[in-house]
């Protein structure tokens, strides 16, 4: 991924209006997150620390995966991005 400057990150996504994750959900999204992180390295595609940290703050967050995806798509620019998501993409002037 891109340098992301994850204090500005983590005040867009406090300042999103969304639905955190309950306590049974949030354990859920970690052990899911913790899965999916091993099946990478296994893949010998293991996350930069940078990578790791988003994706701690995305928790720490309590942000719903199906969010998280499009925060993601906003934050690299993609097409399928959703362009009303008040993410600013990685590498945009503020």
Known sequence: MTT?????LRSEVRALDYVRGSPTEDT???????????NLAI??????????????MMRDERVPPA????????LLG????????AITP???SC
């Open 90 to 92: 990685a590498g945009a």
């Open 67 to 74: 969010l998280a995806t499009q925060i993601l798509l906003r």
């Open 28 to 38: 859920m999204w970690r052990e899911d997150d913790e899965d999916a992180r091993a």
């Open 43 to 56: 893949e010998g595609m293991a996350l930069t620390p940078e990578d790791d940290a988003l994706f701690d």
């Open 4 to 8: 992301i400057d994850l204090d500005t």
């Open 78 to 85: 993609h097409p399928d991005a959703d362009s009303a998501l």
